[in-house]
Each structure stands twice: as C-alpha cells, then as structure tokens.
C-alpha cells in the first residue's frame, strides 16, 4: 500500500494508512483507534522532551548550527519585556503570501540509528524509518506560507502554515481545524490590552485532525540573528508537540520535542532563498537510551526552500 508524508509537530513523517488519513480495511478514513494510534506514533518517531538540567546553547551561529555535526537542546526562552506577546517576529521583507518549494536534502542520525529506535531502541524500527524517509530525499513538495505585519512586528500565521504544512507534506486534506490557543507568554488578551487585534498571531496552536487526534503545540524558546542592513535572517524555535486522542479512549498523550533552525537569503522583494533544519531529541522518561544521548540531536532532516511572493 501507497506511503506517502506527512509532518507531525515540526518533524516529517511516513505518512502510513494505518493513522487514519486513507482508506484501509481495518479503519475508516476518519477513525483511528487508540493501539493504531499509540503504536504507528511509538513506532514511527522517537518521543522527545528536554531534561531539566539541558546544557546551554552551543556556542555557535544559528547558521552555523544548521551545518553542525551534532546539536544539543537550547533551553527554554527567559521572559522579555514582550511576555504576553512573545513571538518569534521576522524581518519587514518576508511580510505577505509566498508560493513555497521545500525540498528534502539530506538526513542523518547523529548518534547513530538505534536512537531513533523508538522507547526501546530497536534497530529494525529505526532502519525502516530511516528507508522511508530515504525516499524522500530530492521530491519537492509544493505549499503557501503567510507571515503578516502586527503592532509587534511580523510574524508568521501559525494556522495558516501549520495547515499548509500538514495537508501538503500528507499529499491530501488531514486537517479538520487550527486555532490559536492562549499561554501566559503569548495570549489574546495580552495581544488586545497592547494594541494588538483578534488576528494577531499567537505562540500556541491547537489541530484537530479528520480522526479523534488533537495535536498541541508550545514554543518552549526561541532566538534570532538579524542585521537589520543584510539581505539574511537566521532564527530558531524550540517546540514541544503533545498529541492526544479525543474520543472516550484514556491513552495518556504523547510528547514530542524538536528545534527548527531557518537561514533565510532574501534574493529580491518577490524572492527568498531559504534553509530549514529539524533536529529531534530523545525523552527522558519514554526512550530507554535518552542518558546515552546525552541531551543531543539523535536526528536532522535539513531541507531547500524557495519562496516567490504571490501577494
């Protein structure tokens, strides 16, 4: 049966029938039960979360970073004097709508592939997740971003993008509904008593999938490197992911963390010029080999973007 992707949090995924986005025998293409659930998720992806005790920042560039051998996880942002309205805001010239080419170009796992193993460390797990992403290295995938100009600055539509970016890595509609959902630093009243309006985007989405999957997203930090002269923005987020199911089913949800690491060139006012980098991190309490990871990536997928304004 056909595989296709699918981002799941900030990480690109087999999209595999079995989570209830296409037809399969044995669920419908808008159930999904609790075992297919908890065992395709299990399977598929190592479960992050990041250790109280994190290491600080290395001690290199953003862009730097992206082309690093190994990473270990920034900790958590400190509060500013934007708590309420905290987000990660981008240079005037990515403002607008952009037609986007992202591009797979390269994945590796660091610290070898019993780390993305899943809870245990299994090695067949991981060598058949790492095959399936294999293939797909060099297939460009087609989708819009919106970053939009707020009393704060701009930022990126998160329920614009995050839809964009689920439905077109899946290759069809998975995404019932995106909103925003409030947290002490990012929230609709702070954004309202400071000027801002009902649209101003916020740190924190909320999905609910076409299945009884609900998908919570947390900026845990976040940084930028911008000389407000050059032509080039890096920046960073660290995220955390927790899925739940949203029927009567009492799983416990899964937690994922990752870091998303962006240089984007601006070529001319309708061009950018851009380059991602996911990296993962194991779960202190899920996966059995998180000390011997010692806090570091045990993942990158790093990827190609073109961006043409189309409005």
Sequence with gaps: ?????????????????????????????????R??????????????????????????????????????MPPA??????NGVDNLYYPS????????????????????LKFIGGPAGSEAIAAESFKEQQKQLNVPVSL???????KFGVAEDRIFNTRQR???????SVVSSVEYANVGGSNRASALAMGGSEDTPLQTTLVYFKGPVA??????????????????????????????????????????????????QKVDNDTISARLRIASYLNAQSDSLYFDAKNKAVSFA?????LKRVA
């Design 1 to 33: 049966m056909k595989k296709t992707r699918v981002i799941v949090g900030s990480l690109l995924l087999p999209f595999v029938p079995s989570l209830g986005f296409s037809h399969h025998d044995a669920v419908s293409q808008n159930v999904m039960t």
């Design 35 to 72: 075992r297919i659930v908890l065992d395709t998720l299990v399977k598929t992806v190592p479960i992050f979360t990041m250790a109280a005790s994190a290491q600080a920042k290395d001690k290199m560039t953003i862009a730097g970073r992206i082309d690093a051998k190994e990473l270990t």
């Design 77 to 82: 942002s400190r509060a500013s004097e934007l």
């Design 93 to 112: 010239w990515l403002s607008g709508t952009w037609d986007v080419t992202q591009t797979l170009v390269d994945a590796s796992t660091p610290l070898g």
């Design 144 to 150: 819009k971003f919106r970053f939009v100009d707020t």
């Design 166 to 172: 689920l439905d077109n890595f899946a290759g069809r």
């Design 215 to 264: 998908q919570k997203t947390f900026v845990l930090g976040h940084g930028v490197e911008n000389d407000p002269d050059s032509n080039t923005f890096a920046a960073y987020e660290s995220l955390r992911s927790i899925f739940a199911l949203t029927n009567q089913n009492t799983a416990p949800p899964i937690t994922t963390d990752s870091e998303n690491l962006w240089v984007y």
């Design 302 to 306: 790093d990827y190609t973007l073109s």
